[in-house]
């Protein structure tokens, strides 16, 4: 299925800290929007002024990178769905964490975007190796369950649940429904209650 996520490759980029919340993924005063475009532009947009050009997200080395490396705890607050869509939409398309808070890990899942964890370790050589060198190219294998930076690599980890539904592509619900379209439309059938309408 297109909808598969074996691997994720690209530049990487870091971001230091532990317990980083949503809000201050994306501030409550974005969460206003229509939809999630351009939502990608005000991505930690506080964290960023704060740092006057010096965030990561505002770096020109990290600027296409798509696989974002955090540490401990990271999107733990509110529950908003905004705060993995901005980062997907600033470009990200996988993390590698040492830890990651539930809901946002859940929100993740149903975008197509693996949080995937590795050792305190294995963080601090990956973030050190991108501030070094940001061209570093680097891929994170989900059926391998392997992140790979440069000439380092480290075992990743993901529960099975979620490690299935990427590498087969069933996270993708709207994917699935569109896939067994032909499928629903004869169970439907089926249904006298869904008949009655007709009548």
């Not at 501030?27 to 960023?48: I, K, N, Q, S, Y």
């Not at 505002?58 to 908003?80: E, H, M, T, W």
Request: proline fraction near 5%; glycine fraction near 10%.
């Amino acid at each position: 299925m297109v909808s598969e996520v074996k691997t994720v490759s690209g530049r990487g980029i870091p971001l230091v800290g532990n317990d980083i919340d949503t809000d201050r993924i994306i501030p409550a005063r974005f969460l206003r929007c229509v939809t999630f475009d351009g939502l990608g532009e005000h991505a930690f947009a506080d964290d960023r002024a704060a740092l006057s050009g010096q965030h990561p997200f505002d770096q020109v080395q990290y600027q296409g990178a798509k696989i974002l490396v955090v540490n401990r705890n990271f999107g733990c607050g509110s529950s908003r769905e905004h705060a993995p869509q901005a980062i997907a939409k600033w470009g990200i398309q996988a993390l590698v964490g040492e830890s990651f808070a539930e809901i946002f890990f859940g929100n993740c899942v149903a975008m197509g975007i693996p949080c995937v964890t590795t050792d305190a370790n294995s963080v601090k050589q990956l973030q050190e190796i991108l501030a070094a060198h940001p061209q570093a190219p680097m891929t994170v294998n989900l059926e391998a369950m392997q992140v790979q930076c440069g000439e380092f690599s480290a075992p990743i980890f993901m529960g099975e649940g979620a490690k299935n539904m990427f590498v087969a592509g069933t996270w993708d619900a709207c994917g699935q429904l569109v896939a067994h379209a032909e499928q629903i439309r004869a169970t439907a059938a089926k249904l006298p209650y869904l008949q009655w309408s007709n009548n």
